[in-house]
């Protein structure tokens, strides 16, 4: 059962995000990009208020995700990264980003707080970072 509300264009946009966001860090490390994505439809917190669809989620802006920006994002979705997509629709979490909202790639270590976001943790080339249950209740 799904944890946000979906169609297949829907699972099929966000599995495009995922494969241009993470594809470099893995089944794994796209799965927990998809996490951060249906975090943010859930949340209704912070940055992502009014946020109630995947469509919104992906395109928006200010905010959103900088591989919207390239045109490998644009390319059909393959039926890998759609099966990983319904994975996280499904509310399949994975640790860091088990909660978060926020990941991004450094050049180097990752920082202790992002825009004032604590670190959940890394994963290959991204580090996580998640709101406190106080500030995004849905999120947990």
């Known amino acids: 059962m799904?944890?946000?509300a979906c169609n297949d264009e829907d699972v099929k946009l966000l599995a495009r995000l995922m494969r241009a966001e993470a594809e470099g860090d893995g089944r794994l490390g796209m799965l927990?990009?998809?996490n951060v994505g249906v975090n943010r439809v859930i949340?209704?917190?912070l940055d992502f208020q009014?946020?109630?669809s995947i469509r919104q989620m992906v395109f928006q802006s200010p905010g959103g995700f900088e591989a919207i920006q390239k045109g490998y994002f644009y390319q059909r979705a393959r039926d890998i990264d759609i099966g990983l997509a319904r994975q996280v629709i499904r509310g399949w979490r994975y640790h860091p980003a088990t909660n978060s909202l926020w990941f991004f790639k450094p050049a180097g270590n990752c920082p202790a707080q992002w825009f004032n976001q604590w670190n959940a943790?890394?994963?290959?080339s991204h580090?996580?970072?998640a709101p406190s249950p106080n500030e995004c209740p849905r999120v947990y």
């Open 2 to 4: 799904a944890v946000v």
């Open 43 to 45: 949340a209704n917190c």
């Open 50 to 52: 009014g946020l109630r």
């Open 32 to 34: 927990m990009v998809g």
């Open 127 to 129: 580090c996580f970072y």
């Open 121 to 124: 943790g890394r994963y290959k």
